[in-house]
Every structure is written in structure tokens, then in C-alpha cells.
DNA sequence: CTGAAAGCGCTAACAG
DNA sequence: CTGTTAGCGCTTTCAG
């Protein structure tokens, strides 16, 4: 490459990267030869020189769960005009995973950690703070953050929705979700509904807990399953929106009035849901937003190393949809 | 780190690559001066001393398509037990964007490159041919690949599709689907769609191409308007399952008889179909298959540098499930 | 505006 | 079994 276009390594260098005042003249002509050459330059000598690497780290459980691909634009677009890329590792919801795709990472030195969740196994937690280079849990904020965090209260959001579902006059709810062990957010938010529920006196009167298959079949054969087995059930929370799909879908099948007879909700506000016959009652997990601004504190930290810690609650709209009665 | 254990850096990285002899007592010492140090080796040193990068460029259009999570998980599983990793950058179905991430990419000169489709710029094309790496373009066969490639022939299955609606007698045929310019295999299936109709002297009686929003509410809303604009069609083709399982949602909530009436068929067999009130008529891509397959040629092409380029065409299977009828 | 020297943190290749 | 010596291909820094 510097023998092609006749100067110095250095001046290629700086023209390939606009640094430094290089002529004109020999601009051209180093991008001439650069572009005849199919010369690549190699990131992995420049980054161990410059000890710059322009790589974020996003760690997640898993692409099936449509809430990520979103997080996931709202990363990409926010960085869509910062020199910063961002670079998916999935874990499968598992803290052994976890670790590994987080010391893998780590290892390439990224620029930033965006993380989804505040639970980590111990050697997880010791790599993050020790990283140095910011980090970013996100999707929940119910814990103690390692540096910043951006999400919502899952507590919360069960708990509102408990509220609301308990203010609309429903007394003999249902609970169908995955299984727990797996998904801390969604026990977070069962954990605020029951408490909502037991706040006005009442408790979760059946429920069912499902792993693997296709949420959509899944929903419809527990909420079969389950009003059959407790048929004076008037209300049914769903722990996503898939599934909650699949109930109402089933409900209507059957002829069942929604939600005079039984009322329903979900949680995600996934856009898919918009199409069905009536609108599932959910929750907004901001999403795309949480991935906006997870973005953004990496890159403030850039321009400023000093810049503190931030922990950044958003708040779920909750949609009542035509599936949960108005009070 | 090579002083806290008291042995050479040479050795330090013995242990922790588990290359070379080394005596077990050393090796002890190391491992306990590394996790107490919480010591993550420098891969960019290491990448660059030993020109070997562990990782695997995976670039596909999208997230929101549900099919390349899918691709995607079966190259992880297929490189879980080497030493590869999946490293995925996205494009929009932008060639520039293409461009931009395929030259991203290989500046960090990975082991191998997967890439969707066969359609890229000259620019691009350039660069995968002079990358010192296997390269697999995958999802389609219809076309010349740069070196491996693996996929279906999207041609023939909007053939085989367009030949079962024809055999099971319907003859007033609508196409609804994705804007072309984005998505070239859905054109290329509408190409063998509308040729296998052309073959039994059938026209496309109606179609209508969309872009953006939930493609479920888009599949409800086109259907409606393509039925009371050419109420005599008895078939409709949907570029893809959502739309189509949208479409279907209309129909049975018009009470019109699926698939006797009018038939219905979509394309990919996502999972979510499962759950609709009626199996949707679809055709599998073998996303899964082709994910696996593609990575065990980037495997296989590191065991044996010499290997030649593969081109593998797999074979969709029809479903008919419930919307279209038998012959 | 351009070049030369030094070195980023590791590993290949060779010696002991 | 362990250590030493050279780089890997760039960028930083300092001189022209």
C-alpha cells in the first residue's frame, strides 16, 4: 500500500483516517491506490496502536423474544452517526453464557458494555467493574446497577397493571407466563401484580407457567386449558404479548365476550398485536428507547471519561386496549 | 500479570490457551494469579501476533424478519463447540449499508463471512473475492455465488406454489406483498409464481405491494381492500406468513369460508402460525438448515484451506395446512 | 505538510 | 517443561 502510492506508511495512514493535514495532491493519490489495491486496513493492528476500539459490547438473552431486535435498533440507530458499532452476544438466559460472551468480549476491549438485566453470576459482576470502559444494564431497574442502568421497574409495571386490572372490577384473575427461573423481569412482574392483587384482597385464583413452543399455540391451549379447570375466571395476565395473543384468539373462538365475560392483558406492546380482531390490553416496555438511550450514555462517556453513573427509570404506558374494561 | 505469577509472559500465555506443556503446578499458579488479578487476556495482542481471529462476519438485512433470528441460531448452534463466534452486522437491505458493514467487517479479518443473498454491489463483490476467508452467501441459489453458498431456489418455490394453487383449481389469483426493490427473493418468487400461472394461462387477477407497519394489521387491511376491489378472487398469495396470517384473521372474521371460498397460502413457516384458528398453507425456507449448513463450510474450509467452493440448493417443503385445498 | 522511530500486548519459533 | 527473541500492521510522538 505505501510502496503502490509512493509515500510514507504514516501519510497513508493519516489520509485512510482524514487525520493530520495531508496535501491534496497526495490524498488522491493514496485513495487512488487504496481503492485499485482492494486495500483493507487492518483494524486489529490499529486498534492495538491506538488502543481504540470502536466496538459496543450488547449482551442479550436471545433474538425469539421480539422485545430485543427492537432494544437492538435503538442501539444501532443511535449510534448510527458515532464512529461506535455495535456487536450482539447472546446468552440464552444463561449466567454461564453470560460470563463467557461477557469475557469474550471484554477480551476485543470494546468501547462501551450495554447489558440486559442486573443479575449476574459473581465473576460477570467482577468483569463489568472492572472493565474499563462504560457499562450499561439494561430492561430493568429494580437492583443495585454496577455503573449505569436504564430501564423500567418491572415491579411496577405488574403492579400497575394488577391496579388497574382490580379498579376495572375483575375479581377472579388468572396468571399465564413463562417459566419463572429463566426470566427474572417477568418475575419481577408477577411479583408486583400479585402483590396489587393482594393489596385489594385477592389472589391469583389458577395459573400456569409454560416453557418453549410457539407462544401463539401455547396461549391458546393454556387458556383453554385453564378455564376449563377453573371456569369462573374473569380475567387472565398474560406474561407477553404472544401468548396473550393466542388467548384472546381462543376466547373469540369460542365465542367468549372480551372483556365483558373475561378481560385480558399482556405485556410488551409488540406491534404485531395491532392486527388481531381486538387490541390486547399491555404495557409499553420501551424498547426502543431503553436501547436509545443506552446508546447515548456510552457515548457521553466517550467525550467525557468523568461523566457519573446514571440509573434512568422510564415509565411503561399502560394500553388498555379493547380487552380490559374501562373504569 | 506475568510478574503476579512469577513465571514468563510466554508461559502465561501457555496456560491460558492450554497450549504447550506445562507443568501442573505452574499451570496452578497462573490460572489462581489470573482470576485474582481478574485478568482478561488482550485478543487484539493476540489476534494480531498470531493472525488468527476467532470470529465469524454474519451480515443480514434484518431483525425484524423473522427469519434471520432464526438463520442466525442455527450458526451458533453449528459453531457452539469451536472456537468460532458469530459476529453479525446489519444492512436494512441497503447495498451501501452493505457495503459499508462488509468493509467494517473485514478490516477485522474474520474467519469467515456469511452473507444473505447473492445480490451486492460491484464494490462489495470486490471485497468478499479478494477476502482471505470463506466466504458463504446464503438464503437463495438463484444466481452465480463468489465462493460458497447455500440456500433454496426462491424461483422454483413461488413456482411449486404458483403449480399447487393452479392443480387444486383456483383461478382468480391475488398476490399481496413486501415493495420488490427491497427484497429480491421475494421477487424472485413472485417471478415464479406469476410464470407457473402464465404456464396454465393464469394472470395475476390483482396485487398490491406494501412497506412498513405491523404486518399483521397490513395483511388484514390489504385483504379487505383487495376483496372488495376484485371480490371474485378465490386465492390469495402473501409474500410472507405475518401478511398472510393477517389476511386470514380477515376472512374468518367476514365469516368467509377459508379455504373453500377463497385459499390462502404465505411463505416461511414461522412458528407463529401454529397458533392461528387455521393452519396457514406456507412453504418452509429452511432458515435453520441454512444456518447450520453455511457455518459448517466456514468449518470445514479452516480444517482444509484447500476445500472448494460449495453451492448447495435445499429443497422447500409445501404445507398445505388448512387454507389451501387438496387435489 | 511529510517522514522515522518506537511500541501497543501478544504469540511463533526457536533455544535451552 | 520454560524462557528468549522477533515481529504482527498499525498509530503515537517527535523531527524535520
Chains 1, 2 share one sequence.
Not at 489520509?15 to 488522491?28: F, I, M, P, Q
Not at 486489529?44 to 438473552?61: C, K
Request: hydrophobic share 40%.
Amino acid at each position: 500500500m505505501s510502496e503502490a502510492s509512493g509515500v510514507s506508511e504514516m501519510t497513508v495512514s493519516r489520509v485512510l483516517r482524514n487525520k493530520g493535514d495531508v496535501s491534496e495532491a497526495t490524498r488522491e493519490r493514496v485513495r487512488e491506490a487504496a481503492k485499485a489495491l482492494g486495500y483493507v486496513p487492518n483494524k486489529i493492528a490499529g486498534a492495538l496502536a491506538s488502543s481504540r476500539v470502536n466496538l459496543v459490547a450488547v449482551v442479550i438473552p436471545s433474538f425469539k423474544n421480539l422485545v430485543f431486535p427492537e432494544v437492538l435498533s435503538g442501539i444501532s440507530e443511535a449510534l448510527e452517526d458515532s464512529e461506535l458499532q455495535p456487536v450482539v452476544g447472546l446468552t440464552d438466559y444463561l449466567p454461564e453464557k453470560e460470563e463467557k460472551v461477557l469475557f469474550e468480549m471484554l477480551s476485543w476491549r470494546p468501547s462501551g458494555v450495554i447489558v440486559a438485566g442486573l443479575e449476574h453470576s459473581e465473576a460477570s459482576r467482577a468483569m463489568l467493574a472492572r472493565a474499563d470502559c462504560p457499562v450499561v444494564e439494561i430492561m430493568d431497574t429494580d437492583g443495585e446497577p454496577i455503573d449505569n442502568c436504564v430501564g423500567i421497574s418491572h415491579r411496577r409495571a405488574g403492579r400497575i397493571m394488577g391496579e388497574s386490572i382490580v379498579e376495572a372490577g375483575y375479581r377472579r384473575v388468572g396468571f399465564i407466563g413463562t417459566k419463572m427461573p429463566l426470566d427474572y423481569r417477568a418475575r419481577k412482574r408477577f411479583e408486583g401484580f400479585t402483590r396489587a392483587l393482594a393489596k385489594a384482597g385477592l389472589e391469583i385464583a389458577d395459573s400456569e407457567f409454560y416453557s418453549g413452543g410457539s407462544a401463539l399455540a401455547k396461549g391458546r391451549e393454556l387458556t383453554q386449558a385453564m378455564l376449563s379447570r377453573t371456569p369462573d375466571l374473569d380475567f387472565i395476565y398474560y406474561s407477553n404479548d404472544m401468548i396473550g395473543a393466542g388467548g384472546l384468539i381462543h376466547l373469540l373462538d369460542q365465542g367468549i365476550d372480551v372483556p365483558g365475560q373475561v378481560g385480558l392483558a399482556g405485556f410488551n406492546g409488540v406491534d404485531l398485536i395491532d392486527g388481531l380482531p381486538q387490541r390486547l390490553a399491555t404495557m409499553d416496555a420501551c424498547r426502543r428507547q431503553i436501547g436509545e438511550r443506552a446508546a447515548r450514555l456510552v457515548l457521553a462517556r466517550q467525550e467525557d471519561p468523568s461523566a457519573e453513573a446514571v440509573k434512568e427509570e422510564l415509565t411503561p404506558t399502560l394500553s388498555t386496549g379493547e380487552t380490559l374494561l374501562r373504569t
